[in-house]
Every structure is written in C-alpha cells, then in structure tokens.
C-alpha cells in the first residue's frame, strides 16, 4: 500500500475537504471443467481515489498511477471539474457528511494458503469436477475457486484514517444432466463469505460434488413442475435473493430519491413509507447488520468513513428506515445505515447493502412443512428478474419438491413461481429457527452510473409463504 | 494513454522470455469522465484514468493469466510486469498441460486511431443547459479508449478511440418516462437538441392517464431500442461452448428441432469500426459472420479454446463467445409507419431485466420500461402500466414474428462495470403477434 497521509500533505489544492481512498486487491480465479484445469486467473488491481468537496459539490478522481504525481494530478482534476459544475449542483453538502473515523478491521481467516502451497487447491478442484460426473448422464462439471484479498485505506483532511483487510471465498459447484434430452443443471449455489482457505475443505466439497450430480441427474428425470397457486417453502439459498431484489433494493435511499431512475430503477417506497408502511406479515423482521462475522459484507466503515451499526430495516412488519448513507440521509431526511459503498477505488460510493439479514423466526423445517396441505419446496435460485421499482418478480430455481398433505413427495423440474412484493411478503406465514438458517450472499450485485459490481451477504432461515403463483419451464 | 509507452513496456517484456516461454499481452485503459446527473442536476462528476495489461505466459502447454494495472509509466510499468513474469514463472512449474491451450497467434499489425479531441466541458455544460427545466436524469459518458495487444510470434494490434454518451430518462409528473440515447464519436449541439426536441414531445404523449392491461397475449411492437436490449442483456445464446455444455438456448435451433422465422437474420458485423475486430488473444473474426440468415442456424460463436476442445474450426469468438457488435438484419415494415402496421396493440419503448426463464426452451422473461403504450387502429390511446413477459425466443425471433422496419439503428455500448465498454448493437423495430404477458 502506500502512505495515503503523505500523499494527503503533499497535495496542493484548495478545497473544502479532500478524502483519499485507496484500494488494492487480488483476486484469483482458479477452475475446473471436466476433469481439465482452466487457466488459472489473477487479478491484481491497485489504485487512488482523491474527493474533494469545493463549495458543497463534491467530485472525483480516480487514478491507477499511485505515485504521487499521479495523485496530485488527479486532485487537480477533481478540484477543476468540482469547480465547473459548481452552479449545477444538486445539493449543497458539508464535510459532515465525511466523519473522521479512525479504526482498522480485518477479516477473521483460519488459514491462509501460501502461494507456494496453491497446488492443493488446482488438485482439489480437477479431483471436485471429476467426482461430479458420476456416471455418463452429467455432460458438463464445473468447479470455481474465487479467492480475494483486498485492503482499503482512507484518510481525509477532516482526521479519517481507515484501514480495513478482507480475504472473500467463494466456490462454485455446477453439474448438467442429459438424461433422454431431458437437460437439467445443479449447483451448490455459489457460496460466498469472509475468511479464509478453511473454505476450501475437502471433505465436505466431495460430498457436495455427489449429492448435486445425483440431484442434476434425478431433476432430469423428473416430472415438470405443476402450475397453479401453492404455498411455496423457500429455502436460504433462494430466499436470499428473493431478500436482496424484493427488499435490499426498494430501500436504497438513492433509488427513493430518483438517482437511479435511469438505469437500476426507482422503488415503489415513498418517503412517507418509514415508520408507517406495513411491508410484510408481522414475522417479517429484517436487519442491516455490518457485524456478522464470516459473512461476506462484514466491515467497520463505509467508504465514507461512517461507522457500521447493526439496525432494524423492518421491525414485526413495519418499515423502519432504508439502505442509504450520511449523503443520502442528509438529502432525503430519513433515517438510513451506514452503506455509502464503492466497488473499487474507481468509483464513487453509492448507497448499497451490505449483510442485509432476514431474522429467524422460531419454526424448524420440519414444522413448516408438514403446515403445509399443498406446497412446493425451492432451492437453489436459477433465473431473476424484477421489474424498476422493485414490484413485479418472477424467479426460477433449480430444486422443486411437492409437499403434499404436510409431507415432502415428488421432485419436479424447472420449479418458477411470480409474484407482487408487496402482497408476497404480506403471505409470510412461517419463519424458520436458526437451525435452517443459512448465510449466503453474492459477489455481482450491480446498480449505479457509472455501474458498479458490489460484494453483498444474507443471511436467512427458511420461510413458508402462502398462495403464490407456480409454473414449470416453458410454460407462460 | 500513447502508444509509444505502450510498445515499449511490451518490448521490454517479451524480451525477457526464456526459451520455451510465450507471452500474450493485451491491455485495456481508459480516460473517462462520468457525470451523474438527476432533476437535470449534478450529483456526482468522476474522472477515471485506468489501464490494465494482462499477461498470459505460456510454458511446456501449461499457463495461466495475470492482469495488473498499466499507468503508461514505462519505467513502473516494466518493473511490475517483469515481476508478473517471475510469478508467472513459479506459479506455472504447479499446473498441470493444458490440453485446450490457445497459443499466441501471428495475426500481424493492426492499427486504428479514431480518437477524436473532446471539449468535456462543453459537453457538460450542454448538457446541463439543455436538460433544464426538466426531470432529467441519467450519465454523460466521454473520453478516450484503448485496446491493444501484443505476442511473442509478431502479433501488433493498437485500437484508439473517442467515444461520448449521453444515457438519459425525462420523467413527466406522472412519473412515466421516456428514454434517450446520444451516442458516438463526434459531438454535435444540434443533434443532441433534436433528440432532445424529440423526446419532450414523447413526454407529453406520456402525460396522459395510465392504462393497467390484464395479462395475455397481445399484437406488439418493439422498438429498435427494446429490441437491442433483448440483443444485449441474453448470454450464452450463440455460443459454441454452452451449446456443449447444455446451456444454450439456440439448441433446438441448431439441432434442426425448431426453426426461426424467414423474416430473422442475425450476425456479427465488424465492418462499422466501432468495436476493435481482434479478441483479447489478437485473433482477428470474419468482418461479418452469419449466426441465423433467414431463419436458418449458419454458425455458433466458438473461440479457438472451444474449437480445440470440440474438435470443430474456430471462428475467433472472444473467450466468452458472446456477440460483440450484432446486428439484424432490416425488413419489409416502413419504420415510419410503426403505429398503422401495430395496427391494435401493445407499443414496448423499451425492456427492463432480462433473464432466461428456461433455457432449453429459450424462454425468456423481463419488464417492459419507459413509455409504453395502448395503441387501437394505428393510433396511441394511453401509456400502460409496465407489464410482465415470459416468452420463448422461438415464437418471437420464429412462429410470432411479423417482420422487422426497414431502419435499423445503432446502440453504442454504455456499459461501465470495471471499465467502459465497446460495442454496438445494430437493431431494427420488431412486430410480434401473440406475444405473452403474464403479470
């Protein structure tokens, strides 16, 4: 890394305040397909991002050249255009929207792997892909090791000074199935968290590999799935994103306040909404929560230097505040969380989630199932989409099972269900115990102009939701 | 961002190669200037200098790739990559042959520089003046390009250019809104205010009631831009490899099960210049390749990985084998009479979140977006509210599809996750009868 307060004083710029943020990461991407080792992937990114605020704007520039010649041009360039864009300002900030934190964090990781030792991993995932082909039904394996080391800094000339380690893993299990033409792919959902190569455990990884190549290959020979109203038991590794599409997104602050009207959409929450709004059934309890450790978007601070505090989102139901940070809760005058996140060092942060957790309920699955007269089961999210204001879902996953008469019987193919968010999460009629809950979460949530990519986690248990609409594949 | 820094940190590297050793270089840096604007306002201004090089060093069949950032700082530059070649060094001696490996290529030189010199300034301010007094909102997008590569058999390619967007939504008071794209490499006042001009007009069309449809099977038109956005958000459709793999929604296609409608021509169309005809390993595609013509399945895309793993010829398809500059092809319907040919039915602007519902059947589902519309009798009767599809590919692009308009408009890239995007999508307006609504 490099001295972000020496380069601060070197600076010789007039401005209100002035932040730098500098981000260096490495992210390695290591798979397998049928047996055969890919091209191993490293990624090594490093780079400054200077902010100045001149007269209530703010702007910025990012440079990939961290010599301090770089940096000094690249504050000139963010003083000149925070200068040229001053009469159009949208709204006139101060530097309390900066806090001067200091601190540092770190991912906690039981065992790092030493590049020198790195073969074990290429060897884990050729043996992986090979042990999902259990017999010449499985067409296509496919292994994917991400490992990512990133390390943040931000100092501000208000007295931040941040530092913050994370190591980020994810692992990707995918097995297809052709059996007759019948064509189904599984995986294991593509878990993701903080912390280290204790990830990557062997044993566990190797059973997985057969129960998913079992499962592609029963899927394949299954019946398609029944179309007509159900209630649908949804398990963590599909509700997370039901979570993060139907509830993460519509509470973002800058998507109330119109900013991502042109590209990620708008959200059909008002202002008016917080404090009042009964979002979902009285089960409903849902949490921003920065504190979860091995979750994936566990930190300290924001990218503005805000501290990171556990809230209630929805409290029984009742909307309580949004996903928004000190900009946007300045703007807006609503309560929000501290989420003000950029992807990198190239970007400006946005408001975003960050472990957005739905909180457990007391049902064991066992109890939510056999509550069920006629019901499907669901795992493993497959297809989303949801429409600009966070309305209108629809989502297919890879796993249905009926559930007949409190039982689970039949497996059925291509299971999709659809619905309004509102009138969805107001069907929450069971919330799983801790014993069901699981902590998933994503590398790829994308919003914001310029587009960013961030790193989320969720945290759910399994939920019963009453009379939602199901369809099988192909069927409108 | 010059060229001259460029080749010789690239020199520098390839001289460092031991016997056995190979190197693919190829970089990708940008000087950009975003600007966020909302109620024609300014609510973030970001300028980004970025370059990455990565390295893709080969030795005894096996290798592997790193990428590290690229400041046009030769000195700095050639220390960091001669430490990446090191690494590389170590870190291959641990992998396995690959049996699919893809050996630099000797595609000669390539040299293309369209770089144009832009007032960014300016640009913002017309911007700003123009959006005013309007619910504005969207990004301005403007500066330089470069794509290049280099490899140790003589492979030299440079692709330079300016590119400038404007991605923008006018919002009436009614909260509907209409989309607009001004797109390309020279900045023109007077084009940019005739689609502004263009677009306020539509704005007012937008300020009548809200009409809710019921879900069903609707006569609908999709715009040139719908249409792109179909192009643009489907993965994986024409690829070689995932057809391999079972996820390819054209298997039916090209396994003579489904057949697409006479009035369907798709390619990749390289001959506009927008885009650098190389891929990231320097293989240089046909300038135009036909992927359906006339409904009939002519070719998927296939890397030369995929062409070693499947035995099959390559076409030089990126290693995602996804289409980087589509286009299809004009037909029969005036595209000034969109409305008289829609005769009853639904208008789509434009389409929103776009998904495989099922992939084996092609079928897709999304959103209609921005300003759609009720038409009876070639006339608009209201704005709708936004509705839900679920479709299949072969009852839209096949069985459904009345024709194409005879213009066919170009969408630039305005993609920016990690670093601007090229490309283009070339689409024409599409007629569709039947076509599903389901929520």
Known sequence: ?476 | MNLKSWETVASNLLNELKEGESLSLSLGAEDSLFMRMTQAKVRQVTQIEQGKVTLHFFKNNRNLKVALPFTFNTQRDTKAAQEAILSCRNAVQILPEDPFIQLPVQEGQFHQEASVLMDRDHLMKTCLEQAKGVDFVGLLTAGEIVRANRNSAGLNQWFKTSTFSVDFSLYAQNNQATKGLYGGRHWHDHEFQAIMKKKLAQLEQLSKPIMTLKKAKYRTYFSPSAVATLMSSLWGFASRDAYQRGQCAFKKLVDGDKHLSPHFSLRENFTGGETPPFNEMGEMPPEILAIVENGHFKNLLCSTRSAKEYNLPSNFASSREGLRSPEILAGHIAAEKELETLGTGIYVSDLHYLNWSDVQQGSITGMTRFGCFWVEKGQIVAPIKDLRFDETLYHFWGTGLEGFTNKIENFPSTGTYYHRSLGIVKAPGMLVNDFTFVL
């Not at chain 1, 029984?316 to 950029?342: C, F, H, N, T, W």
């Not at chain 1, 049902?363 to 989409?385: F, P, V």
């Not at chain 1, 919003?447 to 939701?465: D, M, S, Y």
């Open chain 1, 1 to 476: 890394m490099v001295d972000l307060n020496s380069l601060l004083s070197s600076l010789n710029i007039k401005a209100d305040w002035v932040g730098l943020r500098s981000v260096k990461e490495q992210v390695t991407a290591r798979s397998a397909r049928n047996g055969i080792l890919e091209p191993l992937e490293v990624d090594n990114d490093f780079g400054v991002m200077v902010e100045v605020l001149i007269d209530g704007q703010f702007a910025y520039a990012g440079t990939c050249d961290v010599s301090g010649e770089g940096v000094r041009e690249a504050a000139r360039k963010a003083c000149a255009q925070a200068k040229a864009i001053g009469d159009y300002k949208l709204f006139a900030f101060s530097e309390s929207v900066r806090p001067p934190s200091k601190g540092v964090y770190q991912s906690f990781a039981h065992k790092l792997i030493e590049s020198s030792q790195q073969q074990s991993l290429n060897d884990l995932a050729i043996e992986l892909s090979q042990l999902l082909k259990v017999n010449d039904q499985i067409i296509n394996t496919e292994v994917s090791f991400i490992s990512i080391e990133q390390e943040m800094a931000f100092v501000s000339s208000n007295g931040a000074n941040i530092t913050q380690k994370f190591h980020q893993r994810g692992i990707q299990l995918l097995a297809t199935a052709d059996v007759k033409g019948s064509v189904q792919t599984r995986t294991n959902g593509f878990p993701v968290a903080q912390g280290g190569d204790e990830f990557y455990d062997a044993d566990p990884l190797r059973l997985q590999a057969h129960r998913i190549a079992q499962e592609a290959i029963e899927l394949a020979k299954s019946e398609e799935c029944p179309t007509g109203m159900f209630d649908l038991l949804l398990m963590p590794d599909q509700l997370y994103l039901q979570i993060h599409e139907s509830i993460g997104h519509p509470l973002e602050l800058d998507r109330i306040l119109g900013d991502e009207r042109n590209y990620a959409g708008w959200s059909f929450i008002k202002p008016e909404d917080f404090g009042q709004l009964q979002y979902g059934s009285k089960l409903l309890n849902v949490t921003f929560d920065p504190t979860v450790p091995g979750e994936l978007a566990s930190y300290h601070y924001d990218d503005t230097g805000a501290p990171a505090l556990r809230h209630h989102l929805i409290k029984d139901g009742i909307l309580q505040r949004g996903l928004g940070g000190v900009e946007s809760q300045m703007r807006s005058k609503l309560p929000g969380v501290s989420s003000a996140r950029s992807t990198s060092w190239n970007r400006a942060p946005i408001d975003r989630m960050a472990n957005l957790n739905l909180e457990p309920g007391s049902s064991t699955l066992a109890e939510m199932i056999s509550a069920t007269e006629r019901g499907i089961l669901m795992k493993t999210n497959k297809s989303w989409s949801i429409d600009d204001y966070r309305n209108k879902f629809q989502f297919g996953c890879e796993y249905g099972q009926l559930i007949e008469k409190g039982q689970l019987t039949r497996l059925v193919k291509n299971p999709n269900y659809r619905g309004i968010t509102s009138s969805f999460w107001h069907g929450l009629k069971m919330v799983g115990d801790t014993s069901n809950t699981e902590v998933w979460g994503s590398f790829y949530c994308g919003k914001g102009e310029p587009n960013q990519a961030i790193r989320v986690g969720h945290a759910t248990p399994a939920c019963l939701f009453t009379n939602v609409e199901v369809f099988g594949g192909g069927a409108s």
